[in-house]
């Protein structure tokens, strides 16, 4: 069999059939494998116009490459990119590589990697954003591990990346399994945005009295200006898109229990061990879990009402609300580039935050007009220590936290739950407290368990004797 194929996809699914659609768009001779004919004869179908064609063999598919081969992954998350990679050990050469581009734990690249480099294979991770769409069109990547690896497929990457302003919405991101830990972060993040657009909905429907008609109005104002991003534009959206079995708005006939894949979580629980706190990403994942007890919401509904009064001045609250989810999203990002400068130090990434703010722009879920902002913030400053330490965020702080506070404030003075907008505030606050009440906390540590304190009129560590007579 001729090897002539650049790059073949293992898992030919949206997301894996799409992106060799791309490619092939962007004239690279690829090929797929699945073990679906469902799959393979919907690739053949698709890419007619390029004449793609799949294989059901796993071998057939490794022979028909070329040397070396780049076999890319587009598959669950989990036991079955170990399963997959088993496959394919044996039947690839030393010096050929394989590219895990699916939703994996960084811990679980990280003794891939290894496994791998034992065999002579090399191996990385690479997150992809985008969805769908962006796979076909355009998406952002995040590639991180073997240098090497990364180097062979770069002009593939590059060439069917989203663009902006010329630039590919790929980047070489750092050693080891960066390129999954930043995509994690990305959707940590992802899901602090949902919420916070969730609770704003939340107040304009419940609060403020808007329509669904309403509702898609000042989304789509709001997407015109300083808040316009792909999120924005898909909450928009949602609000002009009419159910047919009910004849009114399928909002309005979806149930409020979310789901999730586990990123969120994986986010946060990363988060607690490098000891770097992401509040509103907590809150976040939090709020869907809350979301499935609804049997036990509709209860405590009902035992425990509120009565809430009816916002008077909407023209004033509406500014004020822009104001708060501007703020929100700010600090939804300052937060996982928060985690991502801890990260960096702890696991050796060496993550360059402005090459990665530049990648988001385009491309992913989480692109918007924002991140211009803050990725001229870490390139006018790449070590900056946090978003909010520069000194054009702070400006746009600065102007937006009053109406923030009215809105937080307001909301739970009526009984309306923002957790994630409230955690945000609470967030700012703490951090702009340079005399927080944790020295009570220390105390408290030292009195009941003898676990010392430190000074702030002299160095060293100290025990008190709390319980003598000067009580």
């Known amino acids: 069999m001729n090897n002539k194929y650049t790059l073949g996809m293992i898992g030919l699914g949206t997301m894996g059939r799409n992106l060799l659609l791309n490619m092939a768009d962007n004239g690279f001779a690829v090929t797929g494998y699945d073990k679906s004919v469902k799959m393979l004869q919907k690739l053949k179908e698709d890419g007619r116009a390029h004449n793609l064609q799949g294989f059901a063999i796993l071998s057939d598919f490794v022979q028909s490459l070329e040397l070396p081969r780049r076999v890319m992954l587009l598959v669950p998350a989990g036991q079955i990119v170990d399963s997959v990679i088993q496959e394919l050990i044996p039947l690839l050469d030393k010096g050929d590589m394989i ?37 076909r069109f355009g998406p952002s990547m995040m590639p991180g591990g073997d240098k090497a690896a990364y180097t062979a497929v770069k002009p593939i990457l590059e060439a069917v990346s989203a663009k902006v302003k010329g630039d590919p919405c790929v980047a070489y991101i750092g050693p080891g399994a960066s390129g999954h830990f930043v995509k994690m972060v990305h959707n940590g993040i992802e ?22 008609e309403q509702i898609y109005n000042t989304f ?54 490098l000891q770097l706190p ?19 919401r509709v209860a405590l509904a009902a035992a425990l009402p509120h009565a809430a009064e009816k916002i008077e001045n909407v023209a004033e609250f509406e500014v004020q609300l822009e104001q708060s989810l ?130 702030t009129d002299e160095d060293g560590i100290f025990h008190a004797d709390w319980n003598s007579n000067n009580l």
Request: with cysteine; hydrophobic share 35%.
């Open 326 to 455: 501007y703020f929100s999203m700010i600090t939804c990002y300052a937060q996982g580039l928060h985690l991502l400068t801890q990260a960096s130090a702890e696991f050796k990434y060496e993550l360059n935050l402005q090459e990665i703010s530049q990648i988001w722009r385009g491309g992913c879920i989480i692109r918007a007009t924002l991140l211009e902002n803050i990725y001229q913030a870490y390139k006018k400053q790449p070590d900056l220590a946090h978003l909010y330490a520069d000194a054009g965020i702070q400006e746009l702080l600065k102007e937006i936290i009053p109406g923030t506070r009215k809105v937080i404030g307001s909301a739970i003075q009526n009984g309306l739950a923002v957790p994630a907008f409230a955690s945000a505030l609470t967030y700012y606050d703490s951090l702009r407290t340079d005399k927080s009440p944790l020295n009570l906390t220390q105390a408290q540590r030292d009195f009941f368990g003898a676990h010392t304190f430190e000074r």
């Open 99 to 135: 590219i895990d581009s699916g939703n994996s734990h960084f811990t679980d690249t990280d003794r891939r990697a290894t496994q791998l480099a034992k065999e002579g294979i090399h191996f990385f991770g690479m997150g992809i954003s985008g969805g769908e769409e962006g796979a």
């Open 191 to 212: 899901y602090a945005m949902m919420q916070i657009l969730a609770e704003t909905y939340y107040l304009l429907k419940n609060g403020m009295g808007y329509d669904n």
């Open 220 to 273: 789509k104002k709001w997407n015109e200006g300083r808040l316009q991003c792909f999120l924005m534009e898909v909450t928009r959206d949602i609000f002009k898109v009419k159910d047919e079995k009910s004849g009114g708005y399928l909002i309005d006939v979806i149930k409020d229990e979310a789901r999730s894949k586990g990123t969120g979580k994986w986010t946060s629980q990363v988060s607690m061990d």
């Open 278 to 296: 992401i509040p509103t990403i907590n809150e976040s994942v939090s709020c869907r879990d809350l979301s499935k007890f609804k049997q036990l």
